[in-house]
């Protein structure tokens, strides 16, 4: 997946991808957006637009 086209994705589908690589391959928020050198408020914000919050203790969206 080409991560910097983010912004342009519903985010009804992007939880979906951002949950499997927070599950799959990332550690945290951080290691995620660094890995694919995203802005985390700006992912965190185009999910909101969804009404999805990140849980970090659960290390997913909701």
Do not use: K
């Not at 994705?9 to 927070?22: A, I, R, W, Y």
């Not at 550690?27 to 700006?42: K, P, R, V």
């Not at 637009?49 to 849980?55: D, E, K, P, R, V």
């Amino acid at each position: 997946m080409d991560w910097s086209q983010f912004q342009h994705m519903d985010p009804h589908l992007l939880v979906g991808l951002v949950n499997t690589e927070l599950r799959n391959q990332s550690d945290s928020l951080e290691d995620l957006c660094a890995t694919h050198d995203i802005d985390s408020d700006l992912l965190c914000a185009q999910l909101q637009t969804a009404g999805y919050q990140f849980n970090p203790e659960q290390n997913q969206f909701r």
